[in-house]
């Protein structure tokens, strides 16, 4: 028996991952040919009719090969034609510089300490005293004021900018914007003054979505009125509306180090819950005649009201086409299978959205999700118990196992780090997130009920500051979490098939699974171990890109000289990112001095046999490193030859000097000098053959010797 047989949709998520994946990272705008899809089509339909072929088992691939082919290109046709990108009406393609542009705010804005975020799609820009119709993303920081703080989603805004591309990751290993935003379809970013904007009106076709986001501000006001406040309303709110703008990083640090942060975003846990509630309320529709129909509708609409309350993220969009599509069935009297459900919502959101799948939410959502329904069972069944409390505990266990198992890889490649307490952080806030989401559902819907809602404000207060005090608890155990696992995809890929193949013996018995696993094992010991010698024998150099924040390492193995400003030493956002990068790079061992010395070094500074320092001059290995401050060194009668000359702190100097003095292959300036300096240079570099790299522009440069 063919084993895909019950599940006919996981098999084309291959192919639609691949169409995906291939228009996304291709990024450039090459379609395919209508002639060469019909083509596809027609030999498809060919093989599938033709009796003679189809009755010979040998050329049955033939058939599975061309629905593949074409439906991984029709996907790929449809990710280039839903980036706007590759749009000719793209709003960068009118041109450059400052102008002004009609933006449409998609989602709410975000207010920062000293400005306010809004992401706008660009409907229309003013080029040569016409406007032009216009499509594309942009994000754009608008200064923090009463005008600001009072915009809404559907908003149009008036505003004078110039656009520019966001910088990527200052700190190898760090957060990197540009490739996020980018994962977004937002290339460009603008910085706006509080007189350079206004707000002109409406977009009425959002009158829903304004609506549920309204909805949302007026449930989050009976928090506030019942005086649930701090960290209590961060919690509730993002728990029970998707608001997750107040949450502190404190916060946000003790929910990550213990495993817990999916309790801080609505989920499928919560929506399946008002499923559950609406089922009940409106079961006494399903005694009439057309009662099933109207009560599945009902509940569909309701399911995705609150669905765009909540903000509609990854997580919510996947629950919610998941009931949907369950309640459908139910309504015809069918019960599909939970894979089937699971790729069909897949498929649903990615052929309607497809930059989704480098979203970390969604990949994290439908893999706990699978983990889940694949794993459950077989982790269950290792311990049986007739005891009724200890089975609702390690059902708990098991489920936690299973999603924590399912997740830890992907985990590992973008956060890098493991929570080792996950099945006790899970036994605790299971049971106490699901009393909160009751709890303050019965609140947002009696809040005006007087007596009643001060009590069940008061249990959610309680509940929630349970729940905080736990995590935080548990987060200051001695080992809480693992730090620094940092995994490229390839091991990620092999973790994934080692717990498969673990996963089928566990299920099957069979002796070829076993081997399966004990062969990967072998495998990822073997990239582990080659991972961890060729950093050992790997030397590189950093310059860093946190803006007015200069810095330089020198990488050798697992040692590092480490030149820095003084400002670096005191600033928190520094340290913590370059801990983030040491621990990246495996360093062990830093020698620390300062990047410009106040007074000449006579006899120089060396350090691990490889480092050599004497005023700007440096040799680390066969490379020779200049830094240049504020003055060129004297006129010589003949040029220095540098592999890398780095410009800090400013100077008041040209590259046609600098040429005069150095014979370089590239100038790199550093974080600290002006914009209009690093503009300069970048453009005497161009005329005079130069090549000059603005560390701000790409973020931080890497130098591999």
Same mark, same amino acid.
């Given at each position: ?36 899809? @019909? ?31 074409? !439906? ?50 660009? &409907? ?82 959002? =009158? ?69 509630? !609406? ?14 129909? &109207? ?48 790729? %069909? ?22 893999? @706990?999700? @699978? ?30 196992? %299973? ?99 673990? %996963? ?13 696993? !004990? ?72 020698? =620390? /001095? ?36 504020? /003055? ?49 240079? /970048? ?7 130069? =090549? ?14």
């Amino acid at each position: 028996m063919n084993p895909w047989r019950p599940f006919p949709l996981i098999r084309l998520i291959l192919p639609i991952i691949a169409g995906v994946t291939a228009g996304l990272l291709i990024g450039k705008d090459l379609h395919v040919p209508l002639i060469f899809l @019909a083509l596809l089509l027609f030999f498809m339909v060919l093989f599938v009719f033709k009796k003679r072929i189809s009755r010979n088992f040998t050329m049955r691939f033939v058939t599975g090969f061309l629905i593949i082919s074409l !439906l991984t290109f029709m996907v790929y046709e449809i990710t280039i034609r839903k980036n706007d990108f590759f749009q000719y009406s793209y709003f960068m393609k009118q041109g450059d510089g400052k102008r002004f542009y009609l933006g449409e705010l998609i989602e709410p804005a975000v207010q920062k300490q000293k400005s306010t975020k809004v992401v706008v799609n660009i &409907i229309a820009s003013y080029n040569n005293g016409t406007w032009k119709s216009t499509v594309g993303k942009a994000l754009i920081y608008l200064k923090k004021d009463r005008q600001s703080e009072n915009l809404f989603y559907g908003d149009r805004i008036l505003f004078y900018a110039e656009f520019t591309e966001p910088g990527s990751a200052a700190f190898p290993g760090s957060f990197d914007q540009k490739r996020f935003l980018a994962n977004q379809q937002i290339y460009y970013v603008s910085y706006t003054g509080s007189c350079q904007w206004k707000t002109i009106s409406y977009n009425g076709m959002q =009158n829903l979505v304004r609506l549920a986001l309204s909805l949302r501000n007026k449930l989050l006001q009976i928090f506030r009125d019942h005086k649930i406040h701090g960290r209590e309303f961060a919690v509730s709110a993002a728990l029970l509306l998707g608001y997750v703008d107040e949450i502190d990083q404190g916060l946000m640090r003790d929910y990550s180090a213990t495993g817990a942060m999916h309790i801080l975003s609505v989920s499928g846990m919560h929506v399946g819950v008002i499923f559950l509630v !609406l089922d009940k309320l409106l079961g006494f529709l399903s005694r009439s005649k057309y009662g099933l129909v &109207i009560k599945t509708i009902l509940i569909i609409l309701m399911i995705w009201f609150y669905a765009m309350i909540t903000g509609l993220s990854p997580a919510v969009l996947r629950a919610s086409v998941m009931i949907s599509l369950v309640a459908a069935g139910q309504a015809m009297k069918r019960q599909p299978d939970i894979l089937n459900i699971l790729a %069909a919502s897949f498929i649903i959101l990615l052929i309607r959205e497809p930059t989704l799948f480098f979203n970390v939410g969604f990949q994290l959502s439908y893999i @706990a999700v @699978a983990g889940i329904v694949l794993l459950y069972k077989p982790v269950y069944d290792l311990y049986i118990t007739s005891n009724f409390i200890l089975d609702k505990v390690w059902s708990i266990v098991a489920v936690s196992i %299973a999603a924590q198992l399912s997740t830890f890889p992907l985990s590992l490649y973008y956060f890098h780090q493991f929570p080792n307490y996950f099945m006790i952080t899970n036994i605790l806030v299971v049971p106490l997130s699901t009393l909160i989401i009751y709890t303050g559902i019965l609140l947002l819907i009696l809040g005006s009920v007087p007596l009643v809602s001060v009590l069940l404000a008061k249990l959610l207060i309680v509940l929630v500051w349970l729940l905080n005090n736990s995590i935080h608890f548990i987060e200051g155990w001695p080992f809480a979490v693992t730090r620094g696992v940092h995994i490229n995809l390839g091991l990620t890929i092999c973790i994934y098939l080692l717990i498969l193949a673990m %996963a089928l013996y566990l299920l099957y018995k069979r002796k070829k699974y076993l081997f399966m696993f !004990l062969l990967l094992s072998v495998i990822l010991s073997a990239g582990v171990l080659y991972k961890k010698v060729y950093q050992l024998k790997s030397a590189s150099i950093i310059i860093y890109g946190a803006r007015n924040l200069p810095a330089v390492d020198f990488i050798s193995g697992g040692a590092s000289v480490f030149l820095y400003h003084p400002e670096v030493m005191n600033n928190d956002y520094f340290s913590e990112n370059h801990l983030i990068t040491y621990e990246k790079m495996k360093i062990r061992k830093s020698t =620390n /001095k300062m990047l410009l010395s106040g007074s000449s070094e006579p006899t120089g500074f060396s350090c691990y046999g490889c480092f050599y320092k004497r005023d700007g001059f440096i040799r680390f290995f066969d490379k020779r490193i200049y830094i240049l401050n504020r /003055k060129l060194p004297k006129t010589v009668s003949r040029k220095f030859y540098l592999d890398y000359l780095i410009i800090t702190g400013n100077p008041a100097v040209t590259i046609d000097q600098i040429q005069k003095i150095f014979e370089v292959k590239e100038i790199i300036v550093d974080p600290s000098n002006s914009r209009w300096r690093s503009d300069t240079w /970048k453009k005497e570099g161009a005329v005079n053959g130069a =090549n000059v790299n603005v560390v701000n522009e790409k973020g931080a440069r890497v130098i591999d010797l």
